[in-house]
């Protein structure tokens, strides 16, 4: 293990969770003189992550970008014609989260806008797969419904858009997704990344394209005087950002401005106690204290139950605890999605102990084998979690990861994650111009993909996968790097301190949590809950200034460790509350025992 002392840090990753790593500490830029009157610790960690001016820490609805989208008037003019007519509307969906709080804001949204006959089909993964197809346009067509309104879906749909409009269905899109070299031919699309979008902003997840939406629905109708005429009252469309900071925050699109504005004024009203009642109720089952609410909490703890719905079952499960106006009744399906998520984790922990085991084979024969771009496939393996798996087996080897599982008929269909330097979904369609043999269909992100194949071509894709990424990626960028913020000065360990970094947020995906790092003394140290390892710090050596800390998941086999007397840690600074008592708490990220020295 070395020590460099400059702004670069190289160790081993102790915990068992990761091969080694790197400490990089953020560039420390000059502060703005209009940030001068933050804390000089806040004044860095917003220098560091490019903030200049104070607009840009102004999270007022009033802020938030105009809605300049492409295809937004043809829209909202079939839309005010479809609640005018009193069509019949039927939202289809995404089976995630960012899907779910979609479906639940364009239902909520138009029923309050007056339109009653809407409803929402969300496609079931294990029998139709993503987005819409022209087997979930059959199923929708059941319903007889005027307009077909997809959610977080339909920019790579042209074969169901050409199923729906052939029934005589009228077809309006919108999406956030990457969009192919053709659009389907819809009634209208809006996607800020659509070709010749002005809209400034690529980053919206899918509810934050339809809040935009329904924002711009309801000018029109009040404009038109449709709610005066009507004898409806005119929604308020903040009360539906409770939905949107779920969405958003749990699909992890970069937290740009004006997703912060989103995220923080549906946070304010979840503190506020004014979320949706199936917020509410996966807050509880969560265990989180909606007063003290910060965005991971959406992305760690309701986001997964949410989500859980669509990767074990069926997602209108989700849906529908969204949609719920009663709290007791919310509570009934939080508890379901509760219980889905913990037969999620039990699965995903087989399937992770096994796809361990294989690539541990490949590592025992040749540590130098293990390819670039990970591939890794099993029969019997669930395909609601490959995404998750392929997550885990990313952060543990710092490779891109794509996890397959059987989808029938001879398919197979995986859940891609990349790393940073590799625009997954860019690679993926290197990979189709050069074997245009292979896949049949995929899409995604910079960082996340999904996509089929034929089960008989996955040894010849995992080796085109692998060639492309080697094209494309350097050996240094398999080197993981945890960035931090620094070290702390001992002043800066305190309570007031800690509780002001976490409502500096919203902290998120491109707008990170702050995190430390130094080195500490080891007073105490023991398990706890089988695999966290709680410790008693030191600051120096005489053992003056104590702080507690927490690393979750540990490896039992190296921790505790009674020799080891001092550590370096990557950390978050937090506030632990327990039985009454508040204390300050290190959230550790990175930890390697310093044994000499």
């Not at 007889?144 to 409009?165: H, K």
Request: one cysteine or more; charged letters at 20%.
């Amino acid at each position: 293990m070395v020590c460099v002392k400059c702004a670069t840090y190289k160790f081993y990753f102790s915990c068992g969770l990761s091969m080694q790593k790197t400490i990089q500490r953020r560039a420390i830029h000059s502060t703005s003189g209009v940030l001068a009157q933050l804390h000089p610790l806040l004044q860095r960690i917003y220098s560091a992550r490019g903030i200049q001016q104070e607009a840009e820490l102004q999270y007022q609805l009033t802020h938030m970008l105009k809605p300049n989208f492409k295809g937004l008037d043809e829209t909202v003019g079939l839309l005010v014609d479809a609640v005018v007519a009193q069509a019949r509307v039927l939202v289809v969906g995404d089976f995630d989260a960012d899907g779910a709080t979609s479906s639940a804001l364009a239902v909520l949204a138009l029923r309050a806008m007056g339109l009653k006959q809407v409803d929402f089909l969300v496609p079931n993964r294990f029998e139709y797969g993503y987005g819409l197809t022209p087997e979930i346009v059959a199923v929708a067509a059941a319903q007889q419904p005027d307009v077909i309104l997809t959610v977080d879906n339909g920019i790579s749909s042209i074969e169901g858009v050409e199923a729906a409009r052939d029934l005589g269905i009228a077809v309006i899109i919108t999406d956030h997704h990457l969009p192919g070299a053709h659009l389907p031919d819809a009634d209208a699309i809006v996607n800020p990344n659509q070709p010749g979008c002005p809209f400034p902003s690529k980053n919206l997840a899918g509810v934050g394209v339809i809040f935009y939406v329904m924002n711009a629905l309801r000018g029109a109708l009040r404009d038109m005087g449709w709610f005066a005429e009507s004898g409806i009252a005119e929604p308020n469309m903040a009360s539906f950002l409770d939905l949107v900071a779920l969405g958003t925050v749990a699909d992890v699109v970069p937290l740009d401005h004006n997703n912060r504005i989103l995220v923080s004024q549906g946070l304010a009203r979840m503190r506020a106690g004014a979320a949706r009642p199936g917020i509410m109720a996966l807050l509880e089952v969560a265990g989180r204290q909606p007063q003290r609410l910060v965005a991971s909490d959406l992305g760690f703890a309701v986001g997964p139950r949410l989500n859980a719905a669509g990767r074990m079952d069926d997602m209108s499960l989700g849906i529908q605890c969204l949609l719920c106006d009663s709290l007791p009744l919310a509570r009934e399906m939080a508890a379901q999605l509760d219980e889905l998520n913990r037969d999620r984790k039990a699965i995903e922990t087989g399937m992770q102990q096994e796809a361990m085991g294989m690539l541990q084979k490949v590592l025992n024969a040749d540590e130098n084998a293990l390819p670039w771009g990970l591939c890794l496939f099993d029969e019997t393996w669930h395909q609601g979690v490959i995404g998750i798996l392929a997550s885990r087996i990313k952060d543990r080897y710092h490779r891109p990861t794509i996890v397959f599982a059987d989808a029938g008929d001879g398919l197979i269909k995986g859940s891609a994650r990349s790393i940073p330097g590799l625009h997954i979904r860019d690679a993926l369609d290197a990979v189709a111009a050069r074997r245009p043999d292979l896949l049949q269909k995929f899409g995604g992100h910079a960082m996340a993909a999904g996509m089929s194949l034929q089960r008989e071509h996955f040894e010849a894709f995992a080796k085109a996968f692998d060639e492309e990424v080697h094209r494309q990626l350097r050996a240094e960028d398999l080197q993981a790097v945890v960035v931090t913020d620094g070290e702390l000065s001992a002043s800066d360990f305190s309570l007031p301190l800690a509780a002001q970094l976490r409502n500096a947020g919203p902290w998120g995906q491109h707008f990170p949590e702050p995190v430390f790092d130094g080195e500490f003394y080891v007073l105490q140290q023991k398990l706890v809950g089988d695999k966290h390892l709680k410790m008693t710090l030191a600051l120096d050596s005489r053992g003056q200034q104590l702080v507690d800390a927490i690393a979750f998941n540990i490896d039992p086999g190296l921790w505790p460790n009674q020799q080891v007397q001092r550590v370096r840690l990557a950390y978050k600074l937090d506030i632990n509350e327990f039985r009454g008592n508040t204390n300050l708490q290190l959230m550790v990220d990175y930890l390697e025992a310093i044994i000499n020295g």
